[in-house]
């Protein structure tokens, strides 16, 4: 089962929401916390040029992200993963990824949080998708019948 269980705590709702949302939310702010004060720090007292412009957190995020999803799709897949498609819009990959998560097929887009996070200001990355090599003729056939064969790739179409 998913999601919070306040009733088998002890505390109100209330302070069980707020630990909840503390636990969470200190180590994005200990780690912006770090990203700001340090290079100030070594620039004044080091005089080292050192700067971290505006885009270079969500970069960090977004390449630290997409190293997560894919260490626990490699984790969890015993079997070859192949790339099947590759798409060039965020809303096409993700529609077709829980689309494939409906039918039990585990995939995993290559891309997909750094496209995300800089959509319209980043450098273009293809979206990859990467399954495992036991699904591939399930995967084909789905995207095939359902988006028209929308990324596949050739060498797998």
């Not at 109100?12 to 909840?20: G, H, P």
């Not at 997560?68 to 990824?97: L, R, S, T, V, W």
Request: aromatic share 14%; glycine share 6%.
């Amino acid at each position: 089962m998913r999601g919070w269980h306040i009733a088998e705590i002890d505390a109100s709702a209330e302070s069980f929401l707020l630990r909840k949302q503390f636990i969470y939310n200190l180590p994005w702010t200990i780690f912006l916390c770090v990203m700001v004060v340090v290079p100030s720090t070594l620039i004044v007292t080091a005089n080292v040029p050192f700067y971290i412009g505006g885009k270079t957190i969500p970069v960090i995020v977004a390449i630290g992200l997409d190293l997560i999803c894919g260490f626990n799709f490699y984790q969890k897949n015993i079997h070859k993963p192949i790339k099947i498609a590759e798409f060039h819009d965020i809303y096409d990959a993700n529609m077709i990824q829980n689309h494939l998560e409906a039918v039990g097929i585990k995939s995993y887009l290559r891309g997909y949080h750094h496209r995300l996070l800089n959509y319209f200001f980043g450098p273009y990355l293809d979206i990859s998708l990467i399954i495992d090599d036991r699904d591939k003729a399930r995967t084909q056939t789905l995207i095939q019948d359902y988006y028209d064969g929308l990324g596949l790739c050739r060498t797998t179409a």
